[in-house]
């Protein structure tokens, strides 16, 4: 597509549910990238793909927490029995090469946790 | 890991004001970019500036990275302007991995 796209653009869940969030990146973006942003904080690191592996999930909170990419295209993070920590907008990116091009990123998906 | 160290990490400034935002890294990078994250949340990439100098517009950047350094030049400033804006740089030994910086939030009065 034109742009990076993340659904849903907003989730409220309770506490101890299961939550996937979608992200869907530029056609032909090899690289994938899963950021998380607290309110009024920075973006923490999660997880990068580079076509349908990890090389770097160091930044995955817990074992809550667990994402794949299929088809060397769309991703889902999957958050299993959210807590109201999780609570944060989850941020996708996508770039043409990892690590030396330029990330373009999408709207975000916003998940509270009740 | 890297760090990245942003400042001011406020600012306020009158429409038409010039001013300048840095950015201290720890270690080597192959990568530095600058964002611009709007008051809706948006993130849009302003620069990608591993080393030197680029100008967009009333904006440029400018990376000294033997000195692990970079500015962003904001010149005769816009309401338009305000938010929040990010440094991210990827060090030498971690390929892939975009680490931020916690933002410089610049608000631009009419």
């Known amino acids: 597509g034109a742009g990076v796209s993340q659904s849903p653009s907003n989730k409220v869940t309770e506490k101890g549910k299961d939550v996937e969030l979608r992200c869907d990146p530029i056609?032909?973006?090899?690289?994938l990238y899963w950021y998380r942003q607290s309110l009024g904080q920075g973006l923490e690191f999660l997880i990068y793909?580079?076509?349908?592996?990890?090389?770097?999930k160091s930044g995955l909170p817990s074992d809550r927490f667990s994402a794949e990419r299929t088809g060397g295209s769309v991703s889902t993070l999957t958050i299993q029995r959210t807590q109201q920590e999780d609570s944060a907008v989850y941020l996708c990116?996508?770039?043409?090469?990892?690590?030396?091009?330029?990330?373009?990123f999408g709207a975000g998906s916003r998940l509270t946790v009740l | 890991g890297i760090q990245v160290e942003q400042s001011p990490p406020d600012l306020i400034l009158q429409e038409g004001a010039n001013s300048t935002l840095r950015c201290n890294f720890s270690?080597?990078?192959?990568?530095l970019q600058w964002f611009h994250q709007n008051p809706w949340g948006q993130l849009i990439n302003l620069f990608y500036?591993?080393?030197g100098t680029k100008q967009n517009g009333r904006l440029s950047a400018t990376t000294v990275a033997t000195e692990r350094y970079s500015l962003l030049y904001i010149s005769s400033s816009q309401t338009t302007d305000s938010g929040v804006y990010f440094c991210?740089?990827?060090?030498?030994?971690?390929?892939?991995?975009?680490?931020f910086g916690q933002g410089t939030i610049l608000t631009v009065h009419p």
């Open positions: 990116a996508s770039s043409a090469i990892s690590g030396a091009n330029v990330l373009t």
């Open positions: 056609s032909g973006h090899t690289a």
């Open positions: 793909f580079q076509g349908n592996s990890a090389p770097d």
């Open positions: 270690d080597s990078v192959n990568n």
């Open positions: 500036i591993p080393s």
């Open positions: 991210a740089v990827v060090g030498g030994t971690s390929y892939g991995k975009l680490t």
